[in-house]
């Protein structure tokens, strides 16, 4: 049985659908354990536990991880990385989604293995997104 922790932050929901999408396309898929977990109750050891690994959080500041919880987890888990499968998402507003290919440089250079680009979503998911979110899911599941 594998193990899939999708850990985020959400301040007004859409990045928290995103993972509710992740989640149903992961379901889909037989022999995984998968949860949603909201990165404020999250730990090092979900990260250490789980095969597989979905972070996700909106662009925030200028084009940055949300910094009180967000970005503490990300240096916590840092040393963690190296390995494991990762997919990264999160939802922004007006920018042109620097925060992620940053984000994603920084789990190349952390030896993450990123089953995917990062899935970024303007604004709530609805229509193709919904489907990409499913999609990277199950994507990330069967990896
Ligand atoms: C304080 C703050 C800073 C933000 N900074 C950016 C930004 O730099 N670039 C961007 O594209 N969107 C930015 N946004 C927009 C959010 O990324 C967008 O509203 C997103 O949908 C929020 O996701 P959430 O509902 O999961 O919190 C910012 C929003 C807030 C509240």
Redesign the pocket.
């Known amino acids: 049985m594998k193990k899939l922790n999708i850990i985020y932050?959400?301040?007004?929901?859409?990045?928290?659908k995103m993972a509710e999408l992740i989640l149903e396309g992961a379901k889909g898929v037989d022999n995984l354990e998968a949860q949603m977990i909201d990165v404020s109750s999250a730990s090092k050891k979900d990260v250490e536990e789980c095969d597989l690994i979905a972070l996700g959080c909106?662009?925030?500041?200028?084009?940055?991880l949300e910094e009180g919880e967000m970005e503490p987890f990300m240096e916590s888990i840092e040393g963690s990385l190296s390995g494991k499968k990762i997919a990264l998402f999160?939802?922004?507003?007006?920018?042109?989604?620097k925060?992620m290919r940053d984000w994603e440089e920084r789990m190349n250079n952390c030896g993450g293995d990123l089953v995917d680009d990062g899935l970024i979503v303007?604004?709530?998911p609805s229509g193709d997104a919904v489907d990409q979110c499913k999609g990277l899911g199950k994507l990330l599941a069967e990896s």
């Open positions: 932050w959400s301040g007004t929901g859409n990045t928290e909106p662009s925030m500041g200028d084009e940055v999160g939802s922004y507003g007006w920018g042109d989604g925060w303007n604004g709530e």
